[in-house]
T-cell receptor, first 110, second 113 residues
């Protein structure tokens, strides 16, 4: 699986958009980009995933660059409950093994 | 529909004992994976089962084992527990189609004393 690089921590004011970057420069053509978050050591919560097109759901938007070497997770209106560790993961096809890095610790403040 | 269910949620064991953790995947999901999360090592893949067969295995000693039943429910077992086995054990399930979603349970907190 391709390796990902994320900043270790970020801060965001409540109500503002949180933009979390991820670098995956060695991604292959059949590998998807997945985002999960983990709050207080609960189970990782799925957020969104994509292959090459930008994706949006009720939680977030995923912007993948045209060369697919990086992506950005956007939480449009961050709340205190979005404080968590966010993991960007590259997954090959149907592989069920996910390789977690250290993620980005997002702190949302008043 | 119901999510991934793990039992028990919390347990305390003594060194040298063994433990069995259970996971019920989302209905229709045939793949079950297990992960260990510790403060020092983060989230690490243990193994994956699909159609009752181990399909992938992480870098863990043989004390860690698992199995999957015909209804896709899975169990993992850790024998001869060590203090370092204290961790959050997470189960995840998926339908194993390209681009599908892997969903995680809330985990089982194991403390070895």
């Amino acid at each position: 699986d391709a390796k990902t690089t994320q900043p270790p921590s970020m801060d965001c004011a409540e109500g503002r958009a949180a933009n979390l970057p991820c670098n995956h420069s060695t991604i292959s053509g059949n590998e998807y980009v997945y985002w999960y978050r983990q709050i207080h050591s609960q189970g990782p919560q799925y957020i969104i995933h994509g292959l090459k097109n930008n994706e949006t759901n009720e939680m977030a938007s995923l912007i993948i660059t045209e060369d697919r070497k990086s992506s950005t997770l956007i939480l449009p209106h961050a709340t205190l409950r979005d404080t968590a560790v966010y993991y960007c993961i590259v997954r090959a096809g149907t592989a069920s093994k996910l390789t977690f890095g250290t993620g980005t610790r997002l702190q949302v403040t008043l | 529909k119901a999510g991934v269910t793990q039992t028990p949620r919390y347990l305390i064991k003594t060194r040298g004992q063994q433990v069995t953790l259970s996971c019920s995947p989302i209905s229709g999901h045939r793949s079950v994976s297990w992960y260990q999360q510790t403060p020092g090592q983060g989230l690490q893949f243990l193994f994956e089962y699909f159609s009752e067969t181990q399909r992938n295995k992480g870098n863990f000693p043989g004390r860690f084992s698992g199995r999957q039943f015909s209804n896709s429910r899975s169990e993992m077992n850790v024998s001869t527990l060590e203090l370092g086995d204290s961790a959050l054990y997470l189960c995840a399930s998926s339908a194993t189609q390209a681009g599908d979603t892997i969903y995680f349970g809330e985990g089982s907190w194991l403390t070895v004393v």
